[in-house]
Each structure stands twice: as C-alpha cells, then as structure tokens.
C-alpha cells in the first residue's frame, strides 16, 4: 500500500483497485480482530469484550449489533464458535473474492505502475 501511494497508483486508471485495496484492508483488519478470540485466554477474552462494548455503543442498533457479535448478552462459547467461522470461512472467502478482482484488475490496467 505504501509502494502503491509512493508511486501515486491511486490515480486514474487504478482508482477502482485502490477502492478495492482499502476494502481488503478493512477485511484484514477484520480478520485479525476475529482471531484474536481464538486464542480464548484472557487478553483475548477481556479485548473482545472491550471491542464488542464500543460496537454496543452505535446508535440505534448498538445493542442488537452486540447481542449478534457476541451470541448471548455476554461472552461466552457461543461468541467463540461465531468468531471461529468468520475467522476462518466467512471472511477469507470475501477476501478471495476481492484478491481475484484486485490482481484482475492491476492486469487490465496494464500492470503495476512506476515511479511518477
Ligand atoms: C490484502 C491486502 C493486499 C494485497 C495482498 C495486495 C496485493 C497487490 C499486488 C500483488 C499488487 C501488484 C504488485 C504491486 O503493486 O506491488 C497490487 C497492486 C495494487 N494495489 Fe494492492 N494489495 C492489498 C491491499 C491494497 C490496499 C490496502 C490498497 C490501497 C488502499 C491497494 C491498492 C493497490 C493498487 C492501486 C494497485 C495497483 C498498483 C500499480 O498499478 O502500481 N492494495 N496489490
């Protein structure tokens, strides 16, 4: 990302990939928080619950928000089976997905651009 802001490739043609480049971030970002549960000991059990809290907080739909993450009002086995599959199925499924149209993509615009 930084190579790709360094050589200003963020510009026409390439604007599409780097829309699709920050959703992959936020899909890694979203990865590394989910499998930080699964180690199931007490930073990962007191960060979720921390991270789950904040989401609690969003207006309007904070608490069905949390009450989906978590599987139950509180943490518990459920929160870790639910996290356990996005971890590992849900979320590098969606990432596949958006890797394939992302290197697609640095083909059809004629391969990686240089220095300006
Ligand atoms: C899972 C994360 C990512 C992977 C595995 C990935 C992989 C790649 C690869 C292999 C290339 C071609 C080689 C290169 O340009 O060095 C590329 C190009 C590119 N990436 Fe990513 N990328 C990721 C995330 C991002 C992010 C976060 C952004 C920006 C927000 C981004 C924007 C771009 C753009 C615009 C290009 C075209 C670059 C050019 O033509 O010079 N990518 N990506």
């Known amino acids: 990302m930084a190579r790709v802001f360094y050589h200003g490739a963020y510009k026409a043609p390439r604007e599409f990939n780097w829309v ?3 959703i992959l971030l936020t ?5 590394s928080f989910t499998g930080y ?21 969003s207006p309007v739909i904070g608490s069905q928000v949390r009450f989906v993450l978590l599987g139950g009002v509180e943490i518990g086995p459920e929160t870790l089976l639910r996290w356990y599959v996005l971890h590992v199925l ?3 499924f969606v990432t596949v997905i958006f890797l394939a149209i992302h290197f697609w993509r640095v083909r059809k615009d004629g391969g990686i651009s240089g220095p300006l």
């Open 20 to 22: 699709i480049g920050v």
């Open 27 to 31: 899909l890694t970002l979203l990865l």
């Open 37 to 57: 549960l699964l180690p199931w000991d007490q930073l990962a059990l007191w960060a979720v619950t921390v991270g789950t809290n904040m989401m609690g907080y």
């Open 90 to 92: 849900l979320f590098p």
